[in-house]
């Protein structure tokens, strides 16, 4: 359903890309699930993508607590199958025909997540994947490098901060209704490492696209960030100049 504030251009059907990225647990999935609802557009968890090839790591013994077998997870590449299906009105991912929704949002996955992300291979071969999704556009894409190396030419770029304090919440009262048990220690620990990890490494580092508008949603709620993204989709879809 188009709000009111976007109907104009919904009648014309015009679809743009929406990249938004940002620090772990800031509320990127949130917005992007619900911009993509209200815009009829596609809504795209990069993340989760990451996760699924780090779910098969683990069950392939490719990555433990003590070792990351990059080459031998390299080679394997071609034998992973990511999918995203309907599942309840959600969109759940598949890994091999599997629905691993649940599972890629757990702690082994959440620990092992980032060294995998960084290692050149597994990002061209998601990727391109991410690319061929979104190239008809009316897309929504979250992660770390949709902005700069996905899309760098989305209409619209998203940075999305928060309070690490917020993001710890947040991500726990997520994982309490998935049924999943964690502490506020452990759950800042991970999101405070993964933040290291994600905007240092060598390969598509996270960090704000220069032409990405930050939105800090610490004090919003979610209606309040999805009234201000949807004020500036509106913005650009009404602009005589597309960039
Ligand atoms: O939901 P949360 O923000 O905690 O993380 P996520 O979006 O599920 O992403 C999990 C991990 O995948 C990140 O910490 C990054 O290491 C990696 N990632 C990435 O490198 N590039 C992306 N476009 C998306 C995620």
Do not use: W
């Not at 034998?79 to 959600?90: A, C, G, W, Y």
């Not at 994947?129 to 190239?135: A, D, I, S």
């Amino acid at each position: 359903m188009c709000p009111f504030f976007v109907s104009l251009y919904c009648m014309e059907n015009k679809k743009i890309t929406i990249a938004i990225d940002g620090y772990s647990a800031c509320g990127k999935s949130t917005l992007a699930k619900e911009l993509a609802r209200e815009l009829d557009y596609t809504f795209i968890d990069s993340g989760a993508m990451y996760r699924g090839v780090t779910l098969y790591a683990i069950r392939t013994e490719s990555v433990s607590p003590t070792h990351l077998d990059k080459e031998k997870l390299i080679n394997a590449l071609n034998d992973i199958q990511l999918e995203f299906r309907k599942v309840d009105h959600e969109r759940h991912l598949f890994l091999n025909n599997e629905d691993v929704e649940l599972e890629i949002r757990k702690k082994p996955v959440s620990d092992f997540v980032s060294p995998v992300a960084a290692i050149k291979e597994v990002r061209e071969f998601l990727v391109s994947q991410q690319r061929e999704m979104g190239k008809n556009g009316g897309i929504v894409m979250d992660g770390r490098d949709i902005g700069t190396v996905v899309f760098p030419n989305a209409e619209l770029k998203l940075f999305i901060t928060a309070s690490i304090e917020i993001r710890v919440h947040r991500r726990l009262l997520e994982l309490q209704s998935k049924g999943i048990d964690s502490t506020a220690d452990e759950v800042k620990d991970n999101l405070t490492q993964r933040d290291y990890i994600d905007s240092t490494r060598a390969e598509s580092p996270l960090r704000q696209a220069e032409d990405a508008i930050v939105i800090d949603n610490s004090q919003l709620t979610r209606s309040e960030q999805l009234t201000l993204a949807l004020k500036l989709v509106n913005e650009k879809l009404n602009s005589p100049i597309r960039t």
